[in-house]
Structures are given as structure tokens and as C-alpha cells.
């Protein structure tokens, strides 16, 4: 019978604490709904299957790092090595997939270059105490220059199935994007997954209490690595080749993206859901301001507004509170 009522009262207890977070990006969640709505009415093709596939493949590889930098985010840690790692991911899979090791194979070195460098970092941060940007960053410049060592320039290839399957006219990225976020919910569930949290928003409590913090936060790193790379191998398949140089710009992309869906800076704050939506948000402002006819220059600066924008409302919320 208590076991009964202790599961009546977590289910009881379930939604309330997910409401509650889910304050500081409702503002976000109905600027992605105006953005959706604007979107749909410039583009009636996202409605099909072909243009929702297409925008989702889009979107993807931003989904994804911005992932890999809320779950550090959450932990109180941050990287600046998203953009090499990404890089990284593209060139070992334009270089591998169509050697001898196959598409298997080629999948597998991606996956776990990405596990072993992000735990590598980890390990640098948490047990050596190192500033995890400086950390990151220093990493950076290593990550990029291996991935020029690999591939000085774009080149390589990807199989053309492979492309055709990730990047065609089906929602593929779709499909795994879901899969991911199940993922995920299912790694909360974890007792690492459970002190994500409580690395962030407690180290020292948690730590008096033997949580596992190191062990989250260094298997926050490792997986954070795994996305990126992954979210490289996307790219590639989307373009058919390999890039040493692709992705820089999703370092501060994915930044940008964590920030708007309400992860803190400081740990323990904010949700993934809310990282995806800024991740989605970001991609629909390129996507409406292009066919708005948004010169190169106009579209930073109402992409810099609206972020400051969907930032600043919650905190003004909390003031008037």
C-alpha cells in the first residue's frame, strides 16, 4: 500500500514540477508558435510531407547541439568546442564511410570519437578543476586542427543511400530527433541522468548526500561529444562531403539556442525542451526572414532583437512579481 501511495504521490507531484518549469519559456513557446504560424503562411509546402522533411533536416543539426550545450549548461559547466566537434564528426565520416570500414563502421568511429574526446574534456574539467571554458576552448583549437589533419580541405564522400535516406524527402531527422528526446527522458531516469540537476544547481549539498557528481558531470561531457559528432555526420550526409571548417558557426549558435529556452548559465535551471524550442525558434527566424526579403545585415540585427527580446520578457516578469 505505501509503495502504491508513493507512486500516486510522484505521478501527483509529476506535473506541477514540470509547469513550473516550463514559467521562464512560455514566452519563448508562443514566440516559436507566432514564428510556425508565419512560417506556414509564407511556405504552404511546409505542410507536406517533402517540405516538413526538409525543414526538420534543417533544423536537425541545431537541434542537436544545442542539446549537447544545455546538458553541460545544466550541469554548470559550457563548451566552446561544439562548432570542432561538428567539424570533427563531418570529415570522419566523409573519410570512413565509403573505405573499408562501411557505413557501420564509418557510424561507429563517429560515435565514439565523440564519447571519448567529450569524456576526455570532462575528466580535464572535473578532476583537475579547470575552468570548463578555458578548458573548452583551448580543446577547440586541438578538435580543429585534427579535423584539418584529417581533411585539410572539403572533400571525402558520403554514400549515396545513406544521403538519400537522411536527407531526402523523408522525415528521417524527424524520426531520430523523436527518438533522441525519448532517449534522454529515458537517461533521467538514471541515478546519473538524476543528478544532472543537482551537479548544477547544488554541487556541495549533492555531494554531502553521495550523489554521483563527477560522474554525471563527466558523462554529460561524453554525451554532449556524441551529439555534436553526430549531429557532423548529419551535415555530411546533407552535403554529401566532408567540411573541416562547418562547424564553426554552431558554437554560439547553440548558446544562443540553450539561452532562449531558459537554461541558466549557473546550472541546475532550465529544461531540454526549452533548448529545443530556442534551437527551433533560431532556425524559423532564418527561414521567415529570408522570404520576408531580409538583407544579410537586417536579418542579424532582428535576430539579436528577438533573442534579447524572448530573454528579457521572463526576467521582467519576475521583476514585476
Do not use: H
Not at 178 to 207: C, F, Q
Amino acid at each position: 500500500m505505501s509503495t502504491v501511495a508513493s507512486s500516486s504521490q510522484a505521478g501527483a507531484l509529476y506535473w506541477p514540477v514540470q509547469l513550473r518549469r516550463n514559467v521562464g519559456v512560455r514566452s519563448l513557446f508562443a514566440v516559436v508558435l507566432a514564428f510556425v504560424i508565419a512560417y506556414g503562411s509564407l511556405f504552404p509546402g511546409l505542410l507536406t510531407a517533402s517540405g516538413f522533411a526538409k525543414f526538420t533536416q534543417s533544423w536537425f543539426p541545431l537541434a542537436l547541439v544545442a542539446m549537447a550545450q544545455a546538458i553541460l549548461m545544466l550541469t554548470g559547466g559550457i563548451s566552446l568546442a561544439i562548432g570542432a566537434m561538428v567539424s570533427l564528426g563531418a570529415v570522419i565520416a566523409a573519410t570512413t564511410m565509403t573505405g573499408p570500414l562501411g557505413v557501420a563502421g564509418g557510424a561507429a568511429a563517429v560515435a565514439l570519437t565523440g564519447l571519448g574526446i567529450g569524456a576526455a574534456i570532462g575528466f580535464i574539467v572535473v578532476k583537475l578543476r579547470l575552468p570548463a571554458i578555458v578548458v573548452t576552448l583551448a580543446g577547440s583549437f586541438i578538435i580543429g586542427g585534427a579535423a584539418l589533419l584529417i581533411l585539410p580541405r572539403p572533400g571525402g564522400a558520403i554514400p549515396e543511400w545513406l544521403s538519400d535516406l537522411l536527407a531526402g524527402n523523408t522525415p528521417a531527422a524527424f524520426v531520430l530527433l523523436v527518438l533522441i528526446v525519448l532517449l534522454w527522458k529515458l537517461y533521467l531516469a538514471t541515478p546519473l541522468g538524476l543528478s544532472i540537476y543537482a551537479a548544477g544547481e547544488n554541487p556541495v549539498g549533492a555531494y554531502r548526500s553521495s550523489v554521483p557528481i563527477d560522474g554525471a558531470r563527466i558523462a554529460a561531457y561524453a554525451i554532449s561529444g556524441l551529439l555534436c559528432t553526430g549531429a557532423g555526420l548529419f551535415i555530411a550526409a546533407q552535403t554529401g562531403s566532408g567540411d573541416p571548417v562547418i562547424g564553426t558557426a554552431f558554437t554560439l549558435n547553440s548558446i544562443a539556442a540553450a539561452v532562449l529556452g531558459g537554461i541558466g548559465f549557473l546550472g541546475g535551471q532550465g529544461t531540454m525542451r526549452g533548448a529545443l524550442a530556442g534551437s527551433l525558434l533560431l532556425s524559423l527566424m532564418i527561414s521567415v526572414m529570408f522570404f520576408l526579403g531580409f538583407t544579410p545585415v537586417a536579418q542579424y540585427v532582428a535576430q539579436g532583437l528577438i533573442i534579447i527580446g524572448a530573454v528579457a520578457i521572463p526576467q521582467f516578469r519576475k521583476v514585476q512579481q
